[in-house]
């Protein structure tokens, strides 16, 4: 895996930390954006991933 994905997979697992670390009184519009955030980690992971193994971008719909 090249360093690109590693870095990526290190920012998801914080973000994963960070939201099981969260208590009630944490404010639902900060939870949004975190959730938000970890999916464009994930979409970018997904794209590096599919550029690496298969040398193409993949297909957004």
């Known amino acids: 895996m090249k360093k690109g994905i590693e870095v990526k997979l290190t920012m998801l697992r914080g973000i994963i930390d960070l939201m099981t670390s969260c208590d009630d009184s944490t404010e639902l519009e ?6 938000l955030t970890a999916l464009v980690i994930v979409d970018d992971i997904n794209d590096e991933y599919c550029h690496e193994q298969f040398d193409e971008k993949r297909i957004k719909s």
């Open 30 to 35: 900060t939870l949004r954006n975190v959730a």
